[in-house]
């Protein structure tokens, strides 16, 4: 997760904005992931959002976001066992998935271990903008 536009490398990045979109982009207070990170987030987003696609504007208010957290959270624990790959897979969706698949399975531990982080970042992210803001849009791809 990356809390700046300045430390974006080009513009291939989902940007998750505080609020519903306005139309404009690289807000200084918005969360940024690349789309083989955000994307393994994308079964937990859809299965409360349903609207929702890395590619597009997806608005999401701030009680679904709430879901999304504690889902997010539950995804954590779970992860922090170091399940399997097959199991892991249940939970998680790969984008580019023989590619980033292969590279998990290969650097499981560091890569599982780097995920928690993040979605312990993201969910720390979400609860504080939720506490001031009715919606979060993310916008994809």
């Given at each position: 997760?990356i809390t700046s536009p300045k430390e974006l490398k080009g513009t291939c990045y989902v940007e998750v904005q505080p609020g ?122």
């Amino acid at each position: 997760m990356i809390t700046s536009p300045k430390e974006l490398k080009g513009t291939c990045y989902v940007e998750v904005q505080p609020g519903c979109h306005t139309g404009s982009f690289w807000h200084d207070d918005s969360a940024y992931f690349t789309d083989e990170t955000f994307g393994l987030f994308s079964q937990v987003i859809s299965k409360f959002a349903p609207s929702y696609s890395i590619w597009g504007i997806t608005e999401i208010v701030a009680d679904t976001w709430q879901l999304i957290k504690e889902e997010l959270k539950q995804l954590g624990q779970f992860l922090s066992s170091y399940p399997p790959i097959d199991e892991i897979e249940k939970h998680i969706a790969f984008v580019y998935e023989e590619d980033n698949k292969k590279a998990f399975i290969n650097n499981q531990q560091e890569l599982t271990a780097q995920l928690i982080e993040t979605i312990n970042m993201f969910t720390s992210w979400i609860n504080d903008t939720c506490s001031t803001h009715l919606h979060i849009t993310i916008l994809g791809i």
